[in-house]
């Protein structure tokens, strides 16, 4: 099997075995039965005693090449040649009958010769024909397989020449299938995954060219389309000839960006969860000596001897002592949520919320208006829905202006979708910069953030996974219009979860 270098199509082509031309098969005839006649007459009288002598090779040699027709051809044409130049009266034709009847038996041994050996031709040819049609067949499917596999293959020759790839491969590095081969490797950077720069020289297809087996080899590539950067890994393997040199490199290359990332997000997942855990301890700890100050500026409180001044100083140490109680408290019910879910109050809980970042709001001069038009409670888990509102408001405090507006509504609702399931609908909406269109699609995803350093890119994501779970939906509006910019999210979380409902339905059947 010949592979042939990358052209347009990037798999090996079985060739020969074509018709021969119609003037090659018949040229072959003349000629044979020109050389057989020169080397006649160059050999006389030699030829004068066996005169069809030189002419059995030339007329096999006709019908083997051209096939019967031009067999038959030059079977007359060596028939009369034999006639003109070897039979008497030698160099004219031949009028005598044993001679006519020694050329006419000639000529029919021959052409029975030409019909057997066409035959014979013709049976070896079909079978070359059968074996190259399965060929064929098995090519195509070995084509139809690399096409469709996920993980791109590459085989490269040891002068560095692409033999092969299939889509995969172009996809997975963002280029162009019709480059040349050099192009391609001039144009490629690769990294390793702390972001060192790797020569030509330390790429897997080169290694496995020098004859190392390279197993699972985690590299970054810059995609040649985007600039982006993709994760990928590769196995690379040399392939030897007989006597053990290397010929060729198989490499195969399998895109794990996505699942890279995902491992990265649970991992500041987990990450973030133990910093909450040890939030969650570090405010139990610092909650039981709150206590006893509590106990002791009360007693304070109570010494008449204090003056004016120390009255006030005192008045002002409760104030303060009762908000980080109320920190403290609200830390708490973040990690101590239950295992069940139970009935929240949104109102409370965008209160607590509004609590947690109140110093934020008095540092911006924000103004916030809260309506509640209906404070009926939902079934839920509270300290995953504070996680959520928390994050929504945060953003809108971080997105808007020095004096800005900060607005809270919570009503009764329908489901979008489906309109037979009540529940209740907060909306946070603020006057900020708002969200460009290209960033809106990817809010929800794990790690994005326009923050820089300052954000996770993790709070929209969990925010969306909590309100799933309970069988809510999260929406947004934003406008980055200048003069009236400004985001709207807006919460529908179900007066009751599916699974609390069926509970019911079967409790009450069981008590009827
Ligand atoms: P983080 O706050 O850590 O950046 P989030 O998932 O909470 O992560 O938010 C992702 C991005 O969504 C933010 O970086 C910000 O660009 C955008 N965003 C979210 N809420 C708002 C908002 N109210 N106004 C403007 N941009 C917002
Ligand atoms: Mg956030």
Known sequence: MSIRPLGHSPYPTITGLSARSRLLRYGVAVIAVGVATLLGLYLRPFSYTTPFLFFYPAVMIAVWIGGLKPGLLATVLASVSA??????????PSTDVANLLRTFFFG????????????ARKNLHSEAIAAKELAEKTLAQFRANIDSMSEGLLVIGIDRK????????????????KYSPDTISSLLERYDLNGRFLTQEEWSTSRALR??????????????????EVIVKNNATPVRDDSGNVIMAVVTVEDITAMKQAEESLRTSEKLAAVGRMAGTLAHEINNPLDAVNNLVYLLSQNLK???????CVQLLQKEL??????IANTLSFYRDSSSPVQVNLSQVLDSVLTLDARKIDGKRLQVIKRIDANLPVMGFPGELRQVFLNLVS??????????????DIFRSRQWQKEEVQGVRVVIADNGHGISPENRSKLFQPLFTTKGEQGTGLGLWVSQGIVRKHQGEIRLRSTTRFGRSGTCFSVFLPIELPETKQKKTTDAKLAS
Not at 398 to 403: K, L, R, S, V
């Open 83 to 92: 006639n003109f130049f070897f039979l008497a009266p030698y160099n004219a």
């Open 108 to 119: 029919l041994t021959f052409a029975s010769i030409c019909w057997f050996a066409d035959l």
């Open 162 to 177: 692409r033999l092969l790839a299939n889509p995969a491969y172009f996809r997975i590095h963002g280029f162009d299938p």
């Open 211 to 228: 004859g190392e087996t390279v197993v699972q080899c985690y590299q970054r590539v810059r995609r040649i389309d985007t600039g982006t």
């Open 306 to 312: 204090l003056d004016e001044h120390g009255r006030e």
């Open 322 to 327: 009762e908000r980080t109680q109320h920190i």
């Open 395 to 408: 953003n809108a405090i971080e997105a808007t202006p020095d004096g800005g507006k900060l607005r809270i």
